[in-house]
């Protein structure tokens, strides 16, 4: 069993910023890629950002820019850095992790919890 614990989310003026934390813990021998995913009230989730355990990102071109992921292996920990925050990036922001959970394991996706981000104009 893996726990994801996101921290950071709140309220913040357009054009402020905003960093979210996500450390993974529990039965873990290898987390692979992990990312942050958010869904805004009507919309499906999407994928905001991802990284790889060797630093390799993939931001979505709606945040590009303004949004940058790193981590942390030792400490199985994701972050997300929102800068230039817009009403539109209002959402539940989620982190993912892909997990492998033994050496003899399969890998498979936790989530966390989720935490809300909300911009006001």
């Known amino acids: 069993q893996v726990q994801l614990v996101e921290s950071g989310g709140g309220l913040v003026q357009s054009g402020g910023s905003l960093s979210l934390s996500c450390a993974a813990s529990?039965?873990?021998?290898?987390?692979?890629?992990m990312g942050w995913y958010r869904q805004a009230p009507g919309n499906q989730r999407e994928l905001v950002a991802t990284i790889t355990n060797g630093g390799t990102t993939n931001i979505a071109d709606s945040v590009k820019g303004r949004f940058s992921i790193s981590r942390d292996n030792a400490k199985n920990t994701v972050y997300l850095q929102m800068n230039s925050l817009k009403p539109e990036d209002t959402a539940v922001y989620y982190c993912k992790a892909r997990v492998v959970p033994s050496r003899t394991g399969f890998e498979y996706s936790s989530w966390g919890q989720g935490t809300q981000v909300t911009v006001s104009s």
């Open positions: 529990g039965s873990i021998f290898k987390v692979n890629s």
